[in-house]
C-alpha cells in the first residue's frame, strides 16, 4: 500500500522559514518523479517544485525560486521542502505527490510539476499559514 504522508506545517510568520516533510512507503522513490504542490481554497492544486528520483533532477515555479529548495533521501524514503523567507501568500495547504517515472530527466520533472501525476500518488496535506 502506497502512502504519503506530510509533516511540518503550520503557522509562521511572514519572513520565517519552514520545513515540510514526505514520508514516503510503497513506492522506490528512485523510480518516481516527486513533488510539492499547494493549493488554496477554490483553486486547482498548483505544482511548485518537483524533484527526479533518478537524477535530482529539478524544477520550481517562478514564484518560489530562491525561496524553496526541494531535496530527497532515498535511502530514508523521504522527501523535503525548505521554505524561506514566507509571504503571506504561500498560505495554502501543501501537499506531495509522487509518478513513476523511471529514469526522469528534467523535461519529465518540469512535466510532471506543470500537469500533475496523472497516475500517482497524493498525501493529504499540511496546511502552512504565513500571518504576522
Known amino acids: 500500500q502506497v502512502q504519503l504522508v506530510e509533516a511540518g506545517g503550520g503557522l509562521v510568520q511572514p519572513g520565517g522559514s519552514l520545513r515540510l516533510s514526505c514520508a514516503t512507503s510503497?513506492?522506490?522513490?528512485?523510480?518516481?518523479?516527486i513533488g510539492w504542490f499547494r493549493q488554496t481554497p477554490g483553486k486547482a492544486p498548483e505544482g511548485i517544485s518537483c524533484m527526479s528520483g533518478s537524477d535530482g533532477s529539478t524544477f520550481y515555479d517562478d514564484s518560489v525560486k530562491g525561496r524553496f529548495i526541494i531535496s530527497r533521501d532515498n535511502s530514508e524514503d523521504m522527501v523535503y521542502l525548505q521554505m524561506n523567507s514566507l509571504k503571506s501568500e504561500h498560505t495554502a495547504v501543501y501537499s506531495c505527490a509522487a509518478e513513476l517515472k523511471p529514469g526522469a530527466k528534467r523535461n519529465t520533472v518540469q512535466s510532471v510539476c506543470l500537469l500533475g501525476p496523472i497516475k500517482g500518488y497524493w498525501g493529504r496535506g499540511t496546511q502552512v499559514t504565513v500571518s504576522s
Open positions: 510503497g513506492i522506490t522513490l528512485d523510480q518516481y518523479v
